[in-house]
């Protein structure tokens, strides 16, 4: 793909034009998908096992180019990955021979960041993500909650514009995973970025998000556009609410399982 420059219409900072995406003539796994995100927006996608939801967001940060169709970010046309994206996978990627602290401060090395600057960074999100006493652990040491925090501060560390995220808590207990998502969702409200977010969970993608695309069967297409309009900053009670449920329900309804 060429890397030239689109005028995108005001707030968007993704747009996915005509995208598709196979493997070969008869596996088509994403069918001309068409949506925008808009800056600071939680986008979650949800869909039946094998839709294509993870294809699409490995598209989405450069590591597999589209058949067809282009992807536009802050007015570029996407041509492979960028240190302004990162990704956070289900399973923790952290590194079994650094401290936490040294985990964090990868990305941040990486980048050239100087030594009083990666401190101060590094202490910022040990804060956040509720680590502050646990700089010196080894990820031996910590639980799979506590992991996966530490998995989260080292793709924000870098101060990434786009956060790409696929089933991030999809291997923790309910409660940890509920935990989680309240750290989430308080640390996207903190630090302004974009999140696009992969889930099975429906409470989970409805708690998190602003928007909620839903997508098919593959070969993939958007179902529906599904706005979420319970705030910015969410407590686990609204999972209770009616108006939470019976959103739920419509949800599922739209899945093809």
């Not at 967001?57 to 802050?74: F, W």
């Not at 309009?229 to 309804?253: C, H, P, V, W, Y």
Request: hydrophobic share 40%.
């Amino acid at each position: 793909m060429n890397c030239g420059t689109t005028a995108l219409g005001e707030g968007v900072k993704i747009r996915v034009d005509n995208l598709s995406f196979s493997y070969d003539e008869e596996t088509v796994i994403l069918d001309r998908l068409n949506f925008d995100v808009h800056e600071h927006e939680f986008v979650t996608f949800v869909g039946p096992s094998g839709c294509g939801k993870s294809t699409l967001l490995n598209v989405l940060a450069g590591l597999v180019a589209p058949t067809r169709g282009s992807v536009v970010i802050d007015g570029k046309t996407l041509s492979g990955p960028s240190q302004d994206r990162t990704m956070v996978f289900q399973d923790d990627a952290v590194f079994p021979w650094y401290t936490v602290e040294e985990n964090i401060e990868y990305g941040l090395r990486s980048l050239g960041i100087g030594r009083e600057q990666r401190r101060e960074t590094v202490n910022k999100f040990l804060v956040l993500v509720g680590l502050l006493d646990d700089r010196d652990k080894y990820p031996r040491q910590l639980s799979g909650g506590m992991r996966k925090r530490v998995d989260l501060a080292r793709a924000l560390a870098p101060n990434p514009s786009v956060v790409l995220m696929d089933e991030p808590f999809a291997a923790l207990d309910v409660l940890t995973k509920e935990r989680l998502q309240q750290e989430l969702g308080r640390i996207w409200v903190s630090e302004r970025m974009t999140v696009v977010f992969v889930t099975h969970d429906l409470e989970e993608a409805l708690f998190l998000s602003q928007k909620v695309m839903v997508m098919s069967r593959y070969p993939a297409i958007i179902k529906k556009i599904v706005d979420v309009d319970f705030g910015e900053k969410r407590n686990l009670d609204i999972k209770t609410s009616q108006d939470f449920q019976l959103i739920r329900r419509d949800l599922a309804g739209l899945l093809d399982y």
